[in-house]
């Protein structure tokens, strides 16, 4: 491998992708670095692209677009893909890329216990992890937990409606902010000797859902009480407010999953890879609330979209 790798990311234009290359850019050359994206046009991949790094297209749903993007690349990030049940094909699709490609390391953004997480969302991220298994290409998983944002975009319907439903009970969410798993995967994506391992990324400290209300209502001034239903009554009342009917599936089926602990984990693997305690879930409360709820700012799609 060159002294200074090809390091390639998916998805650089979502919100987990551009955060890696931020990280990144901190320490490696522009020049080392590859963005993939669907579209090059796109206002993100050219601001990307103004910052040095090369742009590549590279849609997981066009193979024919894969092979050239990998060319060249020592290390590659596999962002998960967003469109439920069709990531296990499109995952593959990249892998078998990377592998043609002769690409020296794979690091994945699976689901936090992937192997025995009870989480409709873990089927596909297991799916993955067999087809990185079976392609002989060195990997490595980065089983990200919640980023505390999958819940920020709840905060401002429970306030307009006067509470915060779910269905999690006592369970406890071990979540840290997106850019604290960014920043992981840019520390592994960057080197060392980081094949065959599989790490349990979560936040430092764990809350129920009830203490993340707590905080909201601290934040925004304004009461807001936690509301816990069964997951079945808290999925009619999703469709009762107009959420899309798999949306408010996975919504619940997580809710339940976090009652059982689906989303607790207490390893720090996370703070040790980023060198750092991770962002506490109260400051990325008062943040949301002051910067974006308080100030009136409209709520990008990404924010408001479906939970990893």
Do not use: C
């Not at 069709?86 to 699709?93: D, I, L, P, V």
């Not at 799916?127 to 709840?154: D, I, M, Q």
């Not at 798993?181 to 764990?206: I, K, M, N």
């Amino acid at each position: 491998m060159p002294a200074t790798p090809t390091l390639f990311i998916t998805a650089a234009t979502g919100q987990l992708g551009s955060l890696v290359i931020d990280a990144l850019l901190e320490t490696a050359p522009a020049s080392a670095i590859v963005a993939g994206v669907r579209d090059p046009a796109k206002e993100a991949a050219v601001a990307i692209r103004d910052r040095g790094v090369e742009v590549r297209v590279a849609d997981y749903s066009r193979p024919e677009t894969l092979a050239s993007a990998l060319a060249g690349v020592d290390r590659l990030l596999l962002v998960s893909g967003s469109e439920l049940g069709q990531r296990t094909a499109q995952h593959r699709n990249v892998i078998a890329a990377a592998k043609d490609a002769g690409v020296g390391l794979i690091a994945y953004t699976s689901i936090l216990h992937a192997d025995t997480s009870p989480l409709f969302l873990a089927g596909e991220h297991r799916e993955t992890e067999a087809a990185l298994a079976e392609s002989g290409v060195p990997f490595v998983l980065l089983r990200n937990g919640w980023y505390t944002e999958v819940y920020t975009w709840r905060i401002a319907p429970a306030l307009q409606h006067g509470a915060f439903l779910g269905a999690s009970g006592e369970g406890r969410i071990s979540s840290a902010a997106r850019a604290d798993y960014a920043r992981a995967a840019a520390v592994v994506l960057a080197g060392g000797d980081h094949a065959g391992r599989t790490y349990e990324l979560a936040g430092d400290a764990s809350y129920t859902l009830a203490d993340f209300v707590a905080a909201v209502a601290e934040s925004s001034g304004k009461p807001l009480p936690y509301r816990n239903m069964n997951a079945e009554d808290y999925r009619t009342a999703l469709l009762s407010a107009g959420v899309p009917e798999k949306f408010a599936m996975i919504l619940s089926d997580t809710d339940a999953g976090v009652a059982k602990g689906a989303l607790f984990e207490g390893g720090g693997d996370l703070a040790r890879l980023i060198g750092r305690p991770t962002t506490p879930f109260r400051a990325t409360v008062a943040e949301f609330v002051q910067n974006k709820l308080l100030a009136g700012r409209p709520l990008s799609h990404a924010e408001i979209g479906p939970p990893r």
